[in-house]
T-cell receptor, first 113, second 109 residues
């Protein structure tokens, strides 16, 4: 069975902290994505990666960075957390090619206080 | 950049009736269009997808249609049931997947 696992379900962090969100997939997928989900705004792409050590900016990369040192792991980093980064964060992975079916992790609900 | 617009934002139908959700996309290079269903507190799950070389695809009670010329695609759910209540997202893209804003579908018994 397909598995995308995010390290935390809920996180509470203080303003200014450096925050790491981890995502691991066991499907040997090349593509990995980080989305943020806010009511009424759908899923907005923060960063994605097509291969190890490769990264591309999505639609809302400001305030975030990513790391992909191994194929199965994709990390999202909030350099200095702010209250407007309070959100649900979803990781996904997919294979390349025509049917790029993306599988999602269970989500991390991050609250910045 | 790429953009996907989804309508309506909320939809309420009587059990047994049909529901239709519509999306438009901006990038002509988009070639893959999946639909996801997200139940409360759960992760989005793929329910059906279509590639740009196909105009329609059906899987039991759900179907997706694609009009490449007009750059729009739609999800059709027939004979709706209470368990169809959820938020539905369309997506499109050439390399990355861009999602619509979501439609909250409520099936009234």
């Amino acid at each position: 069975d397909v598995k995308v696992t995010q390290s935390s379900r809920y996180l509470v962090k203080r303003t200014g902290e450096k925050v790491f969100l981890e995502c691991v997939q066991d499907m040997d997928h090349e593509n990995m994505f980080w989305y943020r989900q806010d009511p009424g705004l759908g899923l907005r792409l923060i960063y994605f990666s097509y291969d190890v050590k490769m990264k591309e900016k999505g639609d809302i990369p400001e305030g975030y960075s990513v790391s992909r040192e191994k194929k199965e792991r994709f990390s999202l980093i909030l350099e200095s957390a702010s209250t407007n980064q309070t959100s649900m964060y979803l990781c996904a992975s997919s294979s390349p090619g025509g049917f790029r079916r993306a599988f999602f992790g269970q989500g991390t609900r991050l609250t910045v206080v | 950049g790429e953009n996907v617009e989804q309508h309506p934002s909320t939809l309420s139908v009587q059990e047994g009736d049909s529901a239709v959700i519509k999306c438009t996309y901006s990038d002509s290079a988009s070639n893959y269009f999946p639909w996801y269903k997200q139940e409360l507190g759960k992760r989005p799950q793929l329910i059906i997808d279509i590639r740009s070389n196909v105009g329609e695809k059906k899987d039991q009670r759900i179907a997706v249609t694609l009009n490449k010329t007009a750059k729009h695609f739609s999800l059709h759910i027939t004979e709706t049931q209470p368990e169809d209540s959820a938020v539905y997202f369309c997506a499109g893209g050439a390399q990355k997947l861009v999602f619509g804003q979501g439609t909250r579908l409520t099936i009234n018994p």
